[in-house]
């Protein structure tokens, strides 16, 4: 398909316009409102404040024969929406490569995608605003928006907090008769979380992960380090700890927030590094076997909250398969487990691995439950580099064609240094805060997100996508939608564009090009 570049004149902040590119075959017409884009060097990203704030076009009703595309690319593209007609043949015209769409094999069902409601990123979204606030919540949880359906939530705090503080800091407290909500949570992630579930309708799927125990229970008396809770599974200490999820859990409800969810621990593995630098615990794959089977499980059930998911591991793909294979061999302990959490940071291990874990578990789901670009890195924040979010782009690809059935953003906003954070351990952010300017910065990793979460919604089927040929390989993965419309996600690297046909054995070919270092998601019914 060919297109024709229209330019649309932006007059907003002293921002320059973005192109907007229109097929050939018909005109677009949508009521979005544009990126209004400023650069850094070549680098782009889009600003929103009181006034303005870039929207996604609406997918179009698509009649029989007809496709859309929505494409976002380095070159400035953000989710423009071109539509075409499907062709009963081949073209005739040069194309690298025949995509084909297996209708009759079809996999993992999608959970969700998000992002976490950490303190520090409650302390920037009011640091704006009110308007701004709310244009940054309608960005991600609207169907103008990313429409995010997966949100998680620390349990107490994390190194993106200001200070390490837990619920319960009475020392001895085995009954939690001083367990409290913090501040934090009455200030900068209740609200917030509130709002998304009203914009979502209350479609908002949210998992609580906790980073630490109070330090009284603790082996080093400390919420970092190298420690673990007092005792063994089945002990006071880890019966109370039990209970320190019961009552999360419980305090949450009062404020109309049910959890979907919780994580055993994040990072566990972390809690046995020496002068680890901020919040962790430690538990080994047996501990934790132990604590779910003993403690944990019974404890939720025993409360009601036994439809609440147990997620195991919330650790690297390194861990796979060992730490699920210990867990989930115990039949006592895996009854009250449904799924396997996973972060990226360890994703250098064989895709593999998600494919033996499967194998081997089957009927446990594989959830992505933290990402984030920036760390350790300089800058941390690195405003409008594309690079980042195709990171992300071609990380969420590959797991997803490996029986993953969704991905989770790590903070939702941060500020330009990429925090705050009490052990300054700075990262990247999809939306970038400026509260001396009273504006936000929506970075490539935003809307590189947005091509999954929109359109990849819950209940989405993994489909098998074939090349067919050599010449050349996008990063690719297919879907079939609940109801029964296709989406295609296809992400370019190359510093060159890619001529492409996607082959539907039921309604024929979709021929594409695919910008270079770009990303596109195409839609159409079967």
């Known amino acids: 398909m060919e297109y024709l570049k229209t330019g649309v004149l932006l007059i907003l902040f002293g921002l320059e316009p973005l192109l907007i590119l229109t097929s050939l ?58 539509t075409g007609k499907v062709r009963d043949s081949r073209s005739s015209a040069s194309c690298d490569l025949v995509y084909e769409l297996r209708m009759n094999n079809t996999r993992q069902s999608i959970i969700g995608f998000g992002g976490a409601f950490t303190d520090a990123a409650g302390i920037n979204i009011a640091s704006l605003p009110l308007a701004v606030q709310d244009k940054l919540l309608e960005s991600y949880f609207t169907s103008e928006g990313l429409e995010y359906n997966f949100g998680r939530i ?29 501040m934090e949570d009455n200030k900068f992630k209740i609200p917030y979380i509130q709002q998304a579930l ?3 309708n209350n479609k908002l799927r949210l998992f609580a992960s906790p980073w ?24 006071q200490y880890y019966k109370t700890w039990a209970n320190y999820f019961v009552r999360f859990l419980q305090e ?8 979907w969810g919780v994580t055993t621990e994040n990072e566990p593995t972390a809690g046995f590094v020496p002068n680890y630098g901020f919040q962790c615990m430690g538990f080994t794959a047996e501990m934790q076997r132990d604590f779910v089977k003993m403690d944990l499980g019974p404890a939720m059930h025993k409360n009601g909250f036994q439809n609440v998911k147990i997620m195991i591991m919330d650790d690297q793909r390194n861990s ?17 487990v449904s799924g396997i959490a996973v972060h990226w940071y360890g994703d250098r291990t064989p895709l593999s691995v998600l494919d033996t874990t499967h194998d081997l578990f089957p009927d446990y789901f594989l959830q992505y439950t933290e990402a984030c670009n920036g760390a350790g890195a300089s800058p941390h924040v690195a405003l409008g580099d594309w690079g980042r979010g195709e990171r992300y782009a071609t990380d969420i690809i ?22 705050p954070n009490w052990v300054k351990n700075f990262v990247d952010s999809p939306i970038i805060v400026n509260a001396s300017s009273a504006e936000f910065y929506k970075q490539p990793m935003f809307y590189i997100l947005g091509h999954f979460s929109k359109f990849l919604v819950p209940g989405s089927k993994y489909m098998d996508l074939i090349p067919l040929g050599f010449k050349l390989t996008l990063y690719h993965v297919a879907f079939v939608r609940p109801d029964g419309s296709i989406a295609v996600i296809l992400c370019n690297i190359a510093e060159s564009p890619a001529k492409l046909s996607l082959h539907d ?4 070919y979709i021929d594409l090009t695919v910008p270079a270092k770009s990303i596109q998601t195409v839609l159409w019914t079967s």
């Not at 503080?165 to 001083?178: A, F, I, K, Q």
């Not at 949450?252 to 959890?259: D, E, F, P, R, T």
């Open 25 to 82: 075959c018909t005109s677009v017409t949508s009521a979005s409102q544009p990126c209004a884009a400023k650069h850094f060097g070549d680098s782009v990203v889009c600003v929103c404040n009181s006034t303005y704030c870039d929207t996604v076009p609406p997918v179009p009703k698509l009649s029989p024969g007809m496709f859309a595309v929505y494409t976002s690319s380095q070159a400035g593209d953000r989710f423009q929406l071109t």
């Open 154 to 182: 620390p349990m107490a705090s994390c190194d993106f907090s200001t200070h390490a503080y837990s619920y319960d800091d009475v020392d001895g407290d085995l009954e939690l008769s001083h367990f409290a909500l913090a």
């Open 198 to 200: 009203k914009l979502t």
């Open 212 to 235: 630490s125990a109070p330090a009284w229970m603790k082996t080093n008396k400390n919420m970092k380090g190298n420690g673990t809770l007092i005792g063994h599974p089945g002990g």
């Open 252 to 259: 949450y409800s009062k404020h109309n927030i049910s959890l």
């Open 320 to 336: 796979l398969p060992h730490w699920p294979s210990v867990v989930l061999k115990d039949p006592e302990a895996a009854k009250y």
């Open 398 to 419: 590959d797991n997803l064609n490996h029986w993953v059935t969704g991905w989770t953003d790590w903070n939702i906003a941060l500020d330009l240094e990429g925090g």
């Open 505 to 508: 054995p039921a309604v024929g």
